[in-house]
C-alpha cells in the first residue's frame, strides 16, 4: 500500500508535512518523499526506507525546506512525489492506487505526442508519472483529473499541488479514503486521520467517491462533487488501517472489537486464553475476551526495536524468517494452554502456520484458529496490499486446486466462498489440517459487513466473495 499527507497553510507547514507523512509508515516500506512550495519555488526530497524508519532519512531535508504548501507520500513500490513542468504549470504530484490497464494508457500517452517514459529499475514506467502524463492531456487540471478517473481501470486517489494550494482527488467508487483536516492556519488531507490529530488538526470532512477538491489556507472548493456509488475496500478495517484513524465515520479499532465479538458470538470452544497475532489482530482477541469471557492473553510478544514494520523484504523466505524472529514466546502463558489464536486474516498460509508450530514447540495444548475475515480466495483487483503474484499464492485457491483440479468455474469459487456450503466446510477443514490447526473457524462475510457498520452495498468484498459490480463508470454528481 501507499499513504500521503498534504497541508495548505497560512504559516510554513514542513514539520506539519513531516510528521503527518511519517504517521503513515505501516503503508509502506521502499520510499518516502515530501515536496514543498514557498518563496523559492518548488523543493523536494525522495529516500529509500527500506532498512530504516522514514523520519531518520528526513531529518535534513526538512532544516532546509521552508513553505506554506506540501505534500507527501510513503510509497511500497515507486519514488514520488513527482515535480512536473507542463503546459498547466508546475506541479507536484503523489498517488494511491493501482493501474490495471497501463499498457493501454501507456500507448494512449504516445498517440497523443508523448515521446517516452523514465523506466524504473523494475523495467515499469513510474504509475505516478503516467497520471501526470494523463492528466497533461487536458487544459486545466480538473479536468485532468476527471480525466484520470474516467481512463484507469483498478483505483485512484491523488493529491497535486500547485503554487496556490492542493489538489485532492478521490478515487472514482472511493476503494481508498481521503479525509481532510482543519485547524486555524489551514487544512490537510490525508490517508490515515489519526495522521493529524497530534499536529492541532480537528476532523473537517470525509471526501465522497470520485470528488474533487481544492485547497487552499483559506478555503476548500469543490471542483467536482462527489458520485453516488461508493466501493471502499473493507480490509481498510480489518488489516491494513490505523486503530485510531477513521473512515466514513467508523473508527478501525472499535470495527475490530465487534469483529472479535461476533465471532465470539458464533463459537463454543473451550479454551484457556485469546491471543492476538500483533499488531492487527490484537483488537479483534480483545474483542472476542470481552464476549466471551475468555482471558485475554499474551503468549508471545512482538519485538519492534529491530523489527519494524517499515523493514520487509520482496522475498517469501526472508519474510518468513523475519516474521519468525519477530516474536518472543512467553512460556509460562503458552506451556500446557489450549489457546484460541486471532489474526486478521491467511493470506498465504505459511507465516500463521509457522506461528503454530512455534506456540506448539513452546508447549501449547491446543492452538485453535480464528481470522478475523473471511477466506481470501479472490487476488485484489484494485490495490496492492499484498505481494502475492498470482492468485495461487492463496492457501485457499491452492486447496481449491487439489479438490477440484485446475479448472474452476466462477460458480464453483461461488459456492467456496459460501460459509454455508459444503464446499466451503471442506476447503476449511483441508486448510486446518495444513496447517497443524487444532481448530479453524474464519469470520462470516456478513458479520463483518455488520462490524463495519456500512451497507454492504458501500464496501468492496471482492477478494472475498469475487463480486465485482462496478466497472468504473456509474454515478453521477450529487447535491
Keep these: 500500500m501507499s499513504g500521503f499527507f498534504g497541508v495548505a497553510s497560512k504559516e510554513d507547514c ?21 515536496a514543498i512550495h514557498g518563496d523559492k519555488g518548488f523543493g523536494r526530497a525522495i529516500h529509500n526506507i527500506e532498512n530504516s524508519p522514514f523520519r531518520t532519512k528526513f531529518e535534513k531535508d526538512i532544516e532546509e525546506f521552508s513553505g506554506n504548501i506540501g505534500i507527501g507520500c510513503i510509497s511500497d513500490n515507486e519514488a514520488q512525489p513527482l515535480l512536473v513542468k507542463s503546459h498547466l504549470g508546475s506541479f507536484a504530484i503523489t498517488t494511491i492506487g493501482r493501474i490495471n490497464n497501463v499498457q493501454e494508457l501507456q500507448d494512449l ?7 517516452h517514459f523514465l523506466e524504473m529499475s523494475t523495467g515499469e514506467v513510474n504509475p505516478t508519472e503516467l497520471v501526470a502524463s494523463l492528466i497533461n492531456h487536458k487544459d486545466t487540471i480538473v479536468e485532468g483529473l476527471r480525466y484520470v ?16 494550494g492542493i489538489y485532492a482527488a478521490r478515487d472514482r467508487v472511493g476503494r481508498t479514503p481521503i479525509v481532510i483536516g482543519e485547524k486555524e492556519t489551514g487544512f490537510c488531507a ?13 476532523h473537517y470532512r470525509d471526501l465522497g467517491p470520485g470528488e474533487i477538491v481544492f485547497i487552499t489556507p483559506q478555503r476548500i472548493e469543490v471542483k467536482q462533487k462527489p458520485l453516488e456509488k461508493m466501493k471502499i475496500c473493507s480490509f481498510l478495517w480489518v488489516y491494513y488501517g490505523y486503530p485510531t484513524s477513521t473512515y466514513e465515520g467508523v473508527n478501525v479499532e472499535c470495527m475490530r472489537n465487534r469483529c472479535g465479538e461476533l465471532l465470539a458470538n458464533r463459537d463454543d470452544v473451550e479454551v484457556d486464553s485469546v491471543a492476538g497475532v500483533p499488531d492487527s489482530g490484537i483488537a479483534h482477541a480483545v474483542g472476542y475476551a470481552n464476549a466471551s469471557g475468555v482471558p485475554f492473553a499474551r503468549p508471545f510478544i512482538k519485538y519492534t526495536p529491530t523489527w519494524p514494520r517499515s523493514f520487509m523484504p520482496t522475498s517469501q523466505k526472508q519474510r518468513s524468517m523475519i516474521a519468525k524472529m519477530k516474536l518472543i514466546p512467553v512460556q509460562e502463558k503458552i506451556k500446557d494452554k489450549r489457546l484460541l489464536l486471532i489474526d486478521d486474516s491467511i493470506v498465504r498460509g505459511t507465516q500463521l502456520g509457522e506461528t503454530t508450530e512455534f506456540l506448539y514447540e513452546s508447549g501449547a ?8 475475515c473471511p477466506p481470501i480466495i479472490f487476488g ?4 496492492n496490499f499484498s505481494r502475492s503474484k498470482s492468485e495461487m499464492d492463496l492457501i485457499t485457491r491452492r486447496v481449491i486446486r ?78
Design 14 to 34: 514542513v514539520l506539519d508535512v513531516f510528521f503527518g507523512v511519517d504517521y503513515h509508515s505501516h503503508l509502506g516500506t521502499r520510499r518516502g518523499g515530501m
Design 109 to 115: 500517452c504516445f498517440e497523443k505526442g508523448v515521446t
Design 149 to 164: 478517473q474516467d481512463v484507469v481501470k483498478g483505483s485512484m486517489s491523488i493529491l497535486l499541488m500547485s503554487s496556490e
Design 190 to 202: 490525508t490517508f490515515e486521520s489519526s495522521a493529524f490529530l497530534n499536529l492541532g488538526y480537528h
Design 365 to 372: 495444548k491446543e492452538v485453535h484458529v480464528r481470522p478475523a
Design 380 to 383: 485484489c483487483k484494485y490495490l
Design 402 to 479: 487439489k479438490l477440484e483440479g485446475d479448472d474452476v468455474s466462477d460458480e464453483v469459487l461461488a459456492e467456496y466462498a459460501d460459509p454455508d456450503s459444503d464446499r466451503y466446510k471442506k476447503m476449511c477443514s483441508e486448510i486446518c489440517q495444513r496447517s497443524n490447526f487444532t481448530s479453524l473457524r474464519y469470520h462470516r462475510i456478513d458479520d463483518m459487513v455488520k462490524a463495519i457498520g456500512l451497507d454492504k452495498c458501500q464496501l468492496c468484498t471482492y477478494c472475498f466473495d469475487g463480486v465485482e459490480d462496478d466497472k468504473g463508470k456509474d454515478g453521477e454528481g450529487k447535491d
